[in-house]
């Protein structure tokens, strides 16, 4: 049981240049999460999935994308990306409202 | 608005010396309340969680919280800290019926020798 993976560990982007984080769940949860963690500021949510099929803004959705590929699978999307998107990137899930939140093991992105 | 705060930004404690993180919410309920630990470079770890009932609850690596309504508070506490519960540690908030929880801006916890 791997609970929740992300890819990549670590990226460095230009200002600009799109890419995407992936993140994985094998624990059968209906919902997932993304987060950014900056310092001072704790974790804010991006966006959530509650169930497979539906997606939702949190607390700072702009410049972010998401889908929700299947049960498994959540991914978030920077498409053009800024240095004010820095930041490390958790991906969570869980069963439902008010069930404990798995995380995986983050993201570290720089924008340059 | 839901918010959760954490006063102590960092908090320094001796090897063997008891430990207390504060915590204090503002909601228009009683909430669903959360106690996650970080370590260095990796994700968040439950350490553990009040829904109702006792207001005592007890957790993981001998953590308890106790959550106190009129004080809107669950601060954390530890008898005798070890030096592997050098962490950051993160108190969150769960608002009822929806996805979203509220995460507090975090204590990080050195632990002297």
């Known amino acids: 049981n791997a609970g929740v993976t992300q890819t990549p560990k670590f990226q460095v982007l230009k200002t600009g240049q799109s890419m995407t984080l992936q993140c994985a769940q094998d624990?059968?949860?209906?919902?997932m999460y993304w987060y950014r963690q900056d310092p001072g500021m704790g974790l804010r949510l991006i966006y959530y999935s509650a169930s497979e099929g539906t997606t939702d803004k949190g607390e700072v959705p702009n410049g972010y994308n998401v889908s929700r590929l299947n049960k498994r699978e959540f991914s978030l999307r920077l498409e053009s990306a800024a240095p004010s998107q820095t930041s490390v990137y958790f991906c969570a899930s869980n069963q439902g409202t008010q069930e404990t939140q798995y995380f995986g093991p983050g993201t570290r992105l720089l924008v340059l | 608005a839901q918010s959760v705060t954490q006063p102590d930004i960092h908090i320094t404690v001796s090897e063997g010396a008891s430990l207390e993180l504060r915590c204090n919410y503002s909601?228009?309920?009683?909430?669903?309340l959360f106690w996650y630990v970080q370590s260095p470079g990796q994700g968040l770890q439950l350490l553990l969680k009040y829904f109702s009932g006792d207001t005592l609850v007890q957790g993981i690596k001998g953590f308890e919280a106790e959550f106190k309504r009129s004080q809107s508070s669950f601060n954390l506490r530890k008898p005798s800290v070890h030096w592997s519960d050098a962490a950051e540690y993160f108190c969150a908030v769960g608002a009822i019926g929806t996805y979203k929880y509220i995460f507090g801006t975090g204590t990080r916890l050195k632990v002297l020798a």
């Open positions: 909601y228009g309920a009683t909430p669903y």
């Open positions: 624990m059968n949860h209906n919902s």
